[in-house]
């Protein structure tokens, strides 16, 4: 016989994103649960269950109806329908229990920094835990309460803490678009960066972040589209000398324009055309006007659109031919 325990007093269930449900003696069982799985985008850990009256027989009955499903060890769903999106990552964080939280690439994702494709879900841990199986992947570090946040109800890395995780995995490049998505965003802290680096000895990401910082300390600038940072890769395999980015440039009368690319010693710009920002034609004759003030400043301007970007090789080559025809003696 399978055990349902109804409670005798209101209950408070805890989320694991620190939200507090309150369900009175009243409520059925099975409502405490989609509750619970509601605020969890439909995931719940096996203490949940308990706290919502179900006893370990009941849960085991339960699974074999096919009224809940295992997701991981101690970790469930109510019936068959799919997870959401985020639910996979709640269910990452579940499974590891109090401190865990989505790290690295995983919790990149869930702030909106870079897209993730992969089947696994990165989670760190306070203890000696390793990855359950292929879809889980734990990693140990002891994190402050202010290297930890709760986005859309699921305990997350910060976004600094982040970057420097993220910053172990993948390139430089990479590297400074997570620090350019973040700056769109808003939510780029340079200053707890540093901090970060300042005190993450040991850290694999540390080398590889503290040389992006410094890169944007002396200037070097972030990429804005997924265009530009195509342009930006073509120009870097032709051997040209980097350019800065999103630069900023003074036309006089206190006005200045900004540049996708701008190699100023030679006064070119390259704009990236991406064709959901250029194809009015108001748009059209604003960048006619913005190209024509730059020319009386003294500034060519070239622009490449998606279509042109189809062949990367030959912007880069076509960049390539300004640049030595600006530089060359004049006869």
């Not at 999106?85 to 499974?95: F, I």
């Not at 709760?150 to 970057?163: D, E, N, Q, S, W």
Request: proline share 4%.
């Amino acid at each position: 016989m399978s055990s349902i325990t109804k409670p005798r007093a209101t209950t408070e269930l805890l989320t694991i994103g620190g939200r507090r449900l309150a369900l009175g003696p009243e409520t059925p069982v099975d409502a405490r649960i989609a509750a619970v799985a509601e605020a969890q985008y439909g995931a719940l850990s096996l203490s949940q269950l308990r706290a919502c009256g179900l006893g370990p027989s009941a849960v085991r009955s339960r699974v074999a109806r096919g009224q809940l499903r295992k997701l991981h060890r101690a970790v469930f769903a109510p019936g068959h329908r799919r997870l959401p999106s985020k639910g996979p990552l709640a269910a990452a964080v579940l499974a590891y229990g109090a401190g865990a939280v989505l790290s690295h690439r995983s919790a990149a994702a869930l702030h909106g920094l870079l897209r993730d494709n992969r089947a696994t879900v990165d989670v760190t841990v306070t203890g000696a835990e390793r990855s359950r199986a292929g879809r889980l992947r734990a990693h140990r570090a002891r994190l402050s309460s202010s290297e930890v946040t709760v986005v859309a109800g699921i305990p997350t890395t910060t976004v600094a803490r982040t970057i420097l995780d993220c910053a172990a995995e993948i390139d430089t490049r990479a590297v400074e678009r997570l620090c350019a998505e973040a700056e769109l965003a808003r939510v780029f802290d340079r200053a707890q960066l540093v901090r970060l680096v300042r005190r993450g000895t040991g850290h694999h990401g540390t080398k590889r972040l503290r040389a992006v910082l410094e890169e944007l300390e002396h200037g070097a600038s972030l990429t804005e589209t997924d265009l530009e940072e195509l342009l930006l890769g073509a120009f870097r395999s032709a051997g040209l000398p980097d350019p800065e980015c999103q630069a900023e440039i003074p036309l006089g009368g206190g006005t200045h324009v900004r540049a996708d690319f701008l190699w100023r010693a030679e006064r070119l710009v390259v704009e990236a055309d991406g064709r959901r920002f250029h194809d009015r034609v108001q748009a059209y004759r604003s960048d006619r006007a913005r190209d024509l003030a730059l020319l009386r400043a003294g500034y060519s301007t070239v622009r490449f659109s998606d279509l042109d970007a189809r062949d990367p090789a030959r912007c880069a080559a076509a960049v390539a031919e300004l640049l030595r025809a600006r530089t060359a003696p004049e006869r």
